[in-house]
């Protein structure tokens, strides 16, 4: 049966890669994808971009300037779906992110048409990444009223969507309980077969031609960017205990110097240049490699050389990267936050650290480092959970393409039980 696709994202294709791509190899399907201006390509899909119209400086309250861009986003979107009907394009289905306000009036253009929206993450003043870490967030006394106007967005969209989704169950019980029975908990899947451990794995270091190997003593982080929310000041304070104890270990870490979540530094440095000049004189910089943001290949054989790989994070959303670990056979050690717990199960398939302990952390990395053997039954046991809850061609993509179906045969899902708000464990256990 031949089928129109369209899917909405700012930055294409990002958690609709897989999804997106599968459809497009199909011989008998269209696939249209509106998106901001972006370089990245993908066989078989139409791009459309959006540009929404400035904004009106001054006549916003400045708590309401995030709503205002939401509007002008869907007010954008809404117009190029517009552009679509009129040439004779009608979606059997819309798949966008409700974040940025994009699906916010696609049914006023396609009112027939199902729409799908990705619920990433409701606001919350309490239990979530406000108020996490007193070091980079100070109390605002207007933090409610701000949350609140943010959630608006979220709430429109629910209201015209006929369904959605989100990517953890974590994730999902963040929302209020009336809204959780219309959102499918739903991750977008990672390639277990290409995401293998591999002992022949080696990493390239330009600056002094050094070769690592699985042989080696790695210590491993990675994130989009290095800021706190990631925990990038908690690990490096780590490594002066670390590399003291460990004068053969070398630590890989992957992300670029801007600011995904939260604020950035004062007096314009990045987080890097920041921790670096609070604890650089006290590490040993040439086994301290700052890779930046690296091609997919090359971060895969970071994890691939792991000996222990770090992963802390704010309770928010959880990073791709943290699965792509498992995946790879990674002795993980994960903050003891409830995105990471909603997975990892300490001394089976990884190991806690409570996100703000400094000593805890390199003792729990001087415990893989000094016995990596007897590590190996953690290894499988990550790489297990990724096959059995994440793989993407036999668990997860099936399960994306029967909700695609029955959205497209109007046989809306069955509605599901809310959970048990911002501590919910998982049901993975």
């Not at 959102?183 to 050094?210: F, K, M, N, S, Y």
Request: proline share 5%; aromatic share 10%.
């Amino acid at each position: 049966m031949s089928l129109t696709f369209l899917f909405i994202h700012q930055n294409f294709p990002a958690q609709y890669r897989h999804l997106a791509r599968y459809l497009a190899d199909q011989p008998d399907h269209e696939v249209y994808f509106v998106t901001r201006q972006n370089r990245n390509e993908m066989a078989g899909i139409r791009k459309l971009f959006y540009e929404p119209e400035p904004a009106n400086q001054g006549l916003c309250h400045r708590l309401t300037q995030e709503f205002d861009l939401a509007v002008r986003t869907g007010l954008a979107v809404m117009n190029l779906c517009r552009n679509l009907k009129q040439v004779g394009v009608r979606p059997d289905i819309i798949i966008g992110h409700s974040g940025w306000g994009e699906t916010m009036f696609v049914k006023d253009v396609f009112p027939d048409v199902p729409l799908l929206s990705y619920f990433e993450f409701f606001y919350q003043l309490q239990g979530a990444d406000v108020g996490f870490d007193a070091e980079f967030g100070v109390a605002d006394a207007e933090d409610g009223a701000r949350l609140s106007i943010r959630n608006a967005v979220n709430r429109h969209i629910y209201a015209v969507s006929d369904w959605g989704h989100t990517a953890t169950n974590w994730q999902r019980s963040l929302y209020p309980a009336e809204m959780q029975r219309r959102i499918t908990a739903l991750h977008e899947g990672v390639d277990t077969d290409r995401v293998a451990p591999d002992p022949a794995a080696w990493v390239g270091l330009a600056r002094d031609q050094r070769i690592l190997t699985r042989d080696d003593q790695i210590i491993t982080y990675v994130a989009r960017n290095l800021e706190p929310y990631r925990g990038f000041h908690i690990f490096m304070r780590s490594l002066p205990i670390v590399l003291r104890r460990h004068p053969r270990a070398h630590v890989l870490i992957v992300g670029g110097d801007g600011i995904s979540y939260g604020d950035a530094p004062a007096g314009g440095l990045s987080f890097r240049e920041l921790l670096l000049a609070e604890i650089g004189d006290e590490i040993d910089l040439e086994r301290v490699h700052f890779l930046g943001q690296i091609a997919y290949d090359a971060f895969l054989n970071v994890l691939q050389v792991s000996t222990v790989h770090v992963y802390l994070t704010y309770p928010f959303v959880l990073s791709w990267s943290f699965i792509e670990a498992l995946s790879a056979g990674c002795v993980v050690i994960g903050s003891s936050t409830p995105p990471v717990q909603e997975i990892l199960r300490d001394g089976e398939n990884g190991l806690e650290v409570d996100f703000f302990s400094i000593t805890g952390l390199a003792d729990r990395i001087a415990q893989v480092l000094d016995d990596p053997d007897r590590m190996q039954p953690i290894r499988d046991a990550a790489r297990q959970t990724a096959i059995d809850h994440f793989d993407l061609g036999r668990r997860i993509l099936p399960q994306w393409l029967g909700l695609l179906g029955d959205l497209i045969d109007r046989a809306i899902p069955e509605a599901s039980e809310p959970m048990d708000g911002p501590a919910v464990r998982s049901g993975l256990r």
